[in-house]
């Protein structure tokens, strides 16, 4: 079972900004209520491979995804899969410059969820779209309130 949750954010900054800001996977914890903590567990540069365990809590669960970036195009996108246990995640962001020198950043996350968990597809696919409104709502947020420069 696969539940898909795709939001889109559109903000004044422009595209490197945001992209920098963004594809720096730590910064959940600032923007996403639902991310308690993100700690990059690698070092150097961003690149693919680099690694993070994102703690997330929803209600009074609350668990750690270990992420890896599988793909990154600095400055357009990035993905990164987190595999294990009943839940496969991959979290993709794509930064698009507006005319008007602003970004449109489409975010997508898809849940794999192994089989014994099908029937509870109705709820999970209802708390993740709540999750995907609530990113929404903080992304928008902290976007507007980063730094200028």
């Known amino acids: 079972m696969t ?6 954010v559109r903000t004044a900054r422009p595209v490197g900004e945001v992209a920098k800001y963004l594809s720096d996977f730590r910064t959940t914890a600032q923007w996403d209520p639902h991310t308690k903590s993100c700690k990059r567990t690698d070092s150097g540069p961003l690149r693919v491979g680099s690694e993070f ?70 709820v999970l696919r209802r708390l993740l779209e709540k999750v995907g409104d609530d990113g929404k709502a903080g992304m928008e947020r902290a976007l507007e309130q980063l730094p200028v420069g």
């Open 3 to 8: 539940i898909t949750i795709e939001r889109t």
């Open 53 to 122: 365990d994102n703690t997330q809590s929803l209600g009074p669960l609350t668990t750690t995804l270990h992420y890896r970036v599988v793909s990154l195009d600095e400055g357009r996108s990035i993905s990164l899969r987190s595999e294990g246990g009943a839940v496969t995640a991959t979290d993709s962001m794509r930064f698009d410059e507006q005319p008007d020198g602003g970004t449109l950043v489409t975010y997508r996350a898809e849940f794999e969820f192994a089989a014994p968990l099908r029937p509870l597809e109705p």
